[in-house]
């Protein structure tokens, strides 16, 4: 698969998990010794590496944009990148949504994305600059 076959299976596989969460954890079937809690991390399992190439697919159509100042283009797939697997290109596509955010003048919708930075890669440059980034926001 390449590019957009890559990001629409990507984006497909996202929404079929999201109707199986819905799905009370602990339904099962006749003939079933499985739960739907239990399918439902095992599909999780199986389709978090297609979430991890679909994310950076959509993270490189995002980057040349931002590159160029469309930010609100760029964010736009920044935004689907991050709903599919938030710590996409070691929590860079967090740090690029709160970017587009701070650059567009939305600095309490950039906030949560620092945060999630901040939280979830302790140790890591990015998130010292995304620490940095907080501190510009007041």
């Known amino acids: 698969m390449k590019g957009n076959d890559l990001i629409t299976a ?4 996202y929404q079929s998990i999201a109707l199986l ?3 009370p954890a602990d339904t ?4 079933q010794t499985k739960t739907a809690g239990t399918l439902l991390a ?3 399992a199986l389709y978090e590496p297609i ?7 959509l993270r490189k159509l995002a980057e040349p944009l931002f590159d160029q100042g469309k ?5 736009a797939y920044y935004l689907r990148a991050y709903q599919m697997y938030p710590g996409s290109y070691g929590g860079g596509v967090a740090y690029y949504c709160g970017r587009c955010y ?10 949560p994305y620092y945060e999630y ?22």
């Not at 099962?28 to 003939?31: E, K, L, S």
């Open 10 to 13: 990507s984006e497909k596989l």
């Open 21 to 23: 969460k819905a799905i």
């Open 28 to 31: 099962t079937a006749d003939g």
């Open 42 to 44: 095992d599909a999780q």
């Open 51 to 57: 979430y991890r190439y679909g994310a950076d697919e």
């Open 71 to 75: 930010y609100s283009e760029a964010l």
């Open 102 to 111: 701070q650059l567009m003048r939305q600095p309490d919708m950039a906030r």
């Open 117 to 138: 930075v901040v939280a979830n890669f302790a140790g890591k440059s990015i998130a010292t600059s995304a620490a940095s980034r907080l501190r510009e926001l007041g």
